[in-house]
């Protein structure tokens, strides 16, 4: 079946500009994540969707990120006034369910989105 | 202290030896174990989970889990050039949280 999906793949934007950032999961998973990954290091914890809500947002570094899933499926990641420092790959993952239940925990990621800073 | 922690490498291994990928974590509640492989350029694969200790294999992969030592490694048999890439070690405790990876490379 279908993974994971991201839209953009590549993203270059002006310091100050706002982005949005696009995710559909993979079909009938419940828990969508969302990650932020420089080069040389691994994937960052930015917020984490149970259904449509936000169940732990405490990996968003500030009030310019902010992110969304209404229906429950898609979700976008927003960021308000860019920074140079927020150039990395964004990377979105789902799994069937999420915490605090053990199994089914298995997080798949999509290809992510190069977002780029001038 | 790292709450997961991988040494970074480079690791060169061998084709056709076996690869030991390893990964220590602090948060003692930590109740899953996960493996994944990024290859340069991608986003992160999963390869391998394990939420009891002991040992679970799978193909030429198999992962290890010492809850009393908060050690996981991952062995990787008869090594293939294909299998060259970052292995990130990933730790779930309240979130999943991970390394900053291993380069592997496996020399023909």
């Known amino acids: 079946g279908a993974g994971v999906s991201q839209t953009p793949s590549n993203k270059v934007t002006e310091k100050g500009k706002y982005v949005e950032l696009r995710c559909d999961p993979i079909s009938g998973h419940t828990a969508l994540y969302w990650y932020r990954q420089s080069l040389g290091q691994g994937p960052e914890f930015l917020i984490y969707f149970q259904g449509t809500g936000a169940a732990d947002d405490s990996g968003l570094p500030n009030d310019r990120f902010f992110a969304v899933r209404p229906e429950g499926s898609v979700s976008t990641l927003k960021i308000q006034r860019t920074e140079r420092g927020d150039s990395a790959v964004y990377l979105c993952a789902s799994s069937l369910t999420g915490p605090p239940g053990g199994g089914n925990y298995e997080q798949y990621f999509g290809p992510g989105t190069r977002l780029t800073v001038t | 202290q790292k709450e997961v922690e991988q040494n970074s490498g480079p690791l060169s291994v061998p084709e056709g030896a076996i690869a030991s990928l390893n990964c220590t974590y602090s948060?003692?509640?930590?109740?899953?174990f996960f493996w994944y492989r990024q290859y340069s350029g991608k986003s992160p694969e999963l390869i391998m989970f394990?939420?009891?200790?002991g040992d679970k294999e799978d193909g030429r992969f198999t992962a290890q889990l010492n809850k009393a030592s908060q050690y996981v490694s991952l062995l990787i048999r008869d090594s293939q050039p294909s299998d060259s890439a970052t292995y990130l070690c990933?730790?779930?405790?309240?979130?999943?949280?991970f390394g900053t990876g291993t380069r592997l490379t496996i020399i023909p």
């Open positions: 948060d003692r509640g930590s109740q899953s």
């Open positions: 394990i939420y009891s200790n």
């Open positions: 990933a730790v779930k405790g309240e979130k999943l949280t």
